[in-house]
T-cell receptor, first 115, second 111 residues
Framework: NAGVMQNPRHLVRRRGQEARLRCSPM?????VYWYRQLPEEGLKFMVYLQKENIIDESGMPKERFSAEFPKEGPSILRIQQVVRGDSAAYFC?????????????FGPGTRLTVL | SQKIEQNSEALNIQEGKTATLTCNYT??????LQWYRQDPGRGPVFLLL?????KEKRKERLKVTFDTTLKQSLFHITASQPADSATYLCALRSNTGKLIFGQGTTLQVKP
């Protein structure tokens, strides 16, 4: 049973480019969460999605950031016109349908570097 | 706003000793609290969950306590080993499902 998969593991972008981060949850999980970890800081919640629905986006910056979790395929976190301050590790987590009060299973993260 | 605080200073202990990490929270009454381990360059891994009606939870060499009056959780690793060296995160779950993490405490166990 494969865990949460994220790709790419490392992503380098120049200022102004777009970054697309992908997350495939564990099999049978339909709840996906995105977190960001800045250097020397803790994990900060960004967005919580279920299939085709955004449940909580209270942690998403108002501009340039968007997320989706389509009926088919992985969840995508999209950052438009990246700036140096977007450099961070982005983690995706998933939890099962039956009981979202359980633990969240994290992927290995995508490390975004903006030059 | 909801706030979770962990001791940001690294904890250095000798192998075989008990490590104790602290997590304090404010402006929140969580139904349960979770602890995760994070190694450098990796995602967090779930360790333990403790509910508000549980005072203590154990798993092998790990023990977690939860004091809702003090708004504090303590995380203990007994008979610590160098392999226990990592950053340990406590987290509360909000009503909407997101996890609110502390900044983590880095533990270094020296042989």
């Amino acid at each position: 049973n494969a865990g949460v998969m994220q790709n790419p593991r490392h992503l380098v972008r120049r200022r102004g480019q777009e970054a697309r981060l992908r997350c495939s949850p564990m099999k049978g999980h339909s709840h996906v969460y995105w977190y960001r970890q800045l250097p020397e800081e803790g994990l900060k919640f960004m967005v919580y999605l279920q299939k085709e629905n955004i449940i909580d986006e209270s942690g998403m910056p108002k501009e340039r950031f968007s997320a989706e979790f389509p009926k088919e395929g992985p969840s995508i976190l999209r950052i438009q016109q990246v700036v140096r301050g977007d450099s961070a590790a982005y983690f995706c987590a998933s939890s099962p349908d039956e009981d979202s009060y359980n633990e969240q299973f994290f992927g290995p993260g995508t490390r975004l570097t903006v030059l | 706003s909801q706030k979770i605080e962990q001791n940001s200073e690294a904890l250095n202990i000798q192998e075989g000793k008990t490590a104790t990490l602290t997590c304090n929270y404010t402006n929140y009454s969580p139904a349960y609290l979770q602890w995760y381990r994070q190694d450098p360059g990796r995602g967090p891994v779930f360790l333990l969950l403790i509910r508000e009606n549980e005072k203590e939870k154990r798993k092998e060499r790990l023990k977690v306590t939860f004091d809702t009056t003090l708004k504090q959780s303590l995380f203990h690793i007994t008979a610590s080993q160098p392999a226990d060296s990592a950053t340990y995160l406590c987290a509360l779950r909000s009503n909407t499902g997101k996890l609110i993490f502390g900044q983590g405490t880095t533990l270094q166990v020296k042989p």
